[in-house]
């Protein structure tokens, strides 16, 4: 017997369970703002935006701009 048939409320039932959007809406907003972030540091900072000064975050993510296509030098 499978083990998902034994769980409470399982059992006998093939329909999956109902998500109201309201909980996933906040996990998605931080899921984008964190990839928004990722994407401006990967593609421009250390540029003509950039927030921070030093190269240190350019060269953290130097292989990521190349492999991403964003030129660099």
Known sequence: MSD????PGLA???ELPV????????????AALVGLA???FVGAE?????????TTVHEFVHDARHLLGF???
């Open 46 to 54: 250390q540029g003509a935006a950039a927030l921070l000064d030093g």
């Open 4 to 7: 998902i048939a034994t769980l």
């Open 38 to 40: 990722a994407v401006w």
């Open 12 to 14: 006998g039932s093939s």
């Open 71 to 73: 030129p660099c030098h």
């Open 19 to 30: 998500v109201p959007v309201r909980e996933i809406l906040p996990w998605a907003a931080f």
